[in-house]
């Protein structure tokens, strides 16, 4: 389509929609959130596990295990970073039910 060909009524429309669409999800989504979180700080805790822990865990691993090519004296240094990353990467995705048993204790 064209420029000159548009029809203004149904664009208007469109934006209208996509405003209301808008405004819909920034009403709902924090009341959905918030159901969600059983403890203070628990999106947070999500969040460090899904985009910062995984992810830098698992690019140290990577270049770790290329760099124990090169030299392989750096293998148990590569089982360090594992072991760690996954220790980390368990206690964010169980900090929840850690935090209740603490609490219960």
């Avoid at 208007?12 to 709902?28: G, H, M, P």
């Avoid at 865990?57 to 750096?74: H, T």
């Avoid at 590569?78 to 169980?94: C, D, K, P, R, S």
Wanted: overall charge positive.
């Amino acid at each position: 389509m064209t420029a000159a060909r548009r029809n203004p009524k149904l664009d208007r429309s469109v934006a209208i929609a996509a405003q209301a669409a808008l405004v819909i999800a920034f009403v709902a989504v924090p009341e959905v959130a918030l159901a969600q979180a059983t403890m203070p700080g628990q999106q947070l805790l999500t969040f460090a596990k899904n985009f910062i822990i995984a992810p830098i865990a698992l690019f140290a691993i990577v270049i770790s295990a290329v760099a124990a090519f090169v030299r392989p004296d750096l293998i148990k240094t590569t089982g360090y970073i594992a072991i760690i990353a996954v220790i980390l990467y368990f206690l964010l995705a169980n900090a929840d039910r850690l935090m209740q048993a603490i609490r219960a204790g």
